[in-house]
């Protein structure tokens, strides 16, 4: 992204933060409906419901504050600090959210052979009452990985060299966690109000806290054949708001029961990729902001950090950040990093990256089990 669209977006963002930051970061709805008032915060959590506000001219500054985490006096640096995104990914997302194109020529508009979409009354799809009845609303929607209605995702998943048979071999309780939405409406927010983009074929993926109780969804919106992520303003990968009560810090998509050792990633695709290549239990923690802040439950005496490789270092710093504090906590942990160099292209690769090029092969399956045994 050159300097002139990042003016461009410095300028049509002004005055809607309000609008993108509900779009982009779903997870800061219950602040944005009461803009200058403590609410729990969606990162860390906390013991108590004031740890987080935004500011009362949110829609013009986008701007927050953490008593734990820190302040973040704009809009890019509060979705950086909330999504985990390095400045440059903060950029693309809030672009494609206002429709402003990249020089390269990818546009991030509505197929023109599309009904013009509806704009529906409200602000944006978040804050409103009740969210945990919204997430089970849509839960229940949703039908297994393995009915036949759910053939885009298999598709999707052949695309990543993931058989939805082996995955369901390997994750006998799947249909706890991962789940398959036949048209999912995608929304996107255009002078203020909500505007109906499509409906999308979806993977639903249900995240736990801590403790093991679902607290919001993951939603991976797919093009309607199921070859690809669905092209749509703002990006395919969407978290909803945390449930009431709830909260995202030590969270995970649970790929299967906690096990003593148990693997971790970033991505969803990567922890399936790194599930079949080692047979050994793995979650997705959605993020690199998620990773470095994520805690093991009890039972867990060893872990092994599956972290992306990326340009910006992000995964690899939070990978490490991980690391660090759980040995001090008494963990014995390795970390695994994929050999470069990243793709021309890329901004990153990760261990599906590795699933699709080499298969298990490319993981040295024994490695981390010697290291460990070792180190025991």
Same mark, same amino acid.
Request: some cysteine.
């Given at each position: 992204m050159n300097k002139r669209e990042t003016e461009q977006?410095?300028?049509?963002?002004?005055?809607?933060?309000?609008?993108?930051?509900?779009?982009?970061?779903?997870? =800061? /709805?219950? %602040?944005?409906?009461?803009?200058? $008032?403590? @609410? &729990?915060?969606?990162?860390?959590?906390?013991?108590?419901?004031?740890?987080?506000?935004?500011?009362?001219?949110?829609?013009?500054?986008?701007?927050?504050?953490?008593?734990?985490?820190?302040?973040?006096?704009?809009?890019?640096?509060?979705?950086?600090?909330?999504?985990?995104?390095?400045?440059?990914?903060?950029?693309?997302?809030?672009?494609?959210? =206002? /429709?402003? %194109?990249?020089?390269?020529?990818? $546009?991030? @508009? &509505?197929?023109?052979?599309?009904?013009?979409?509806?704009?529906?009354?409200?602000?944006?799809?978040?804050?409103?009452?009740?969210?945990?009845?919204?997430?089970?609303?849509i839960v229940r929607e949703t039908v297994s990985i393995t009915d036949r209605r759910a053939k885009p995702l298999w598709r999707y998943f052949k695309t990543r060299d993931l058989p939805v048979g082996r995955i369901v071999q390997a994750i006998p309780g799947h249909y706890r966690v991962l789940r398959f939405h036949p048209e999912l409406p995608y929304y996107t927010v255009e002078n203020e109000s909500l505007v109906l983009v499509d409906k999308f074929p979806a993977l639903v993926a249900i995240v736990q806290d801590a403790k093991g109780t679902p607290v919001t969804v993951h939603r991976t919106y797919l093009s309607t054949d199921g070859l690809g992520k669905a092209d749509v303003p703002g990006g395919a990968r969407k978290l909803y708001p945390v449930a009431e009560g709830g909260s995202l810090r030590g969270s995970a998509i649970r790929l299967g029961r906690r096990a003593a050792c148990m693997g971790l990633t970033e991505g969803i695709e990567t922890a399936l990729a790194v599930t079949l290549a080692t047979d050994d239990r793995v979650w997705s923690v959605l993020n690199a902001s998620l990773l470095g802040r994520w805690s093991p439950p009890s039972g867990v005496a060893s872990v092994v950090v599956w972290a992306d490789r990326d340009r910006s270092n992000a995964g690899q710093e939070q990978a490490k950040r991980l690391a660090e504090r759980l040995r001090r906590e008494g963990f014995e942990v390795r970390m695994m990093l994929p050999a470069g160099p990243i793709p021309d292209g890329r901004s990153s690769m990760d261990w599906a990256d590795v699933w699709s090029k080499h298969g298990a092969g490319g993981f040295r399956r024994s490695w981390w089990r010697r290291a460990f045994a070792a180190t025991g």
């Open positions: 977006i410095r300028a049509a963002v002004q005055g809607r933060w309000l609008s993108v930051l509900g779009v982009l970061a779903p997870q =800061l /709805g219950p %602040a944005l409906d009461r803009a200058g $008032r403590h @609410v &729990r915060c969606p990162v860390h959590g906390g013991r108590h419901n004031d740890g987080f506000r935004v500011f009362r001219d949110v829609s013009e500054t986008g701007g927050g504050i953490c008593n734990t985490c820190g302040s973040y006096p704009n809009g890019f640096s509060l979705l950086q600090w909330a999504n985990g995104w390095t400045y440059p990914e903060t950029m693309e997302a809030i672009g494609e959210l =206002l /429709g402003i %194109a990249r020089e390269e020529g990818r $546009r991030p @508009v &509505r197929s023109e052979a599309k009904p013009a979409p509806a704009a529906v009354p409200g602000r944006r799809p978040t804050g409103e009452k009740n969210t945990r009845a919204r997430l089970s609303a």
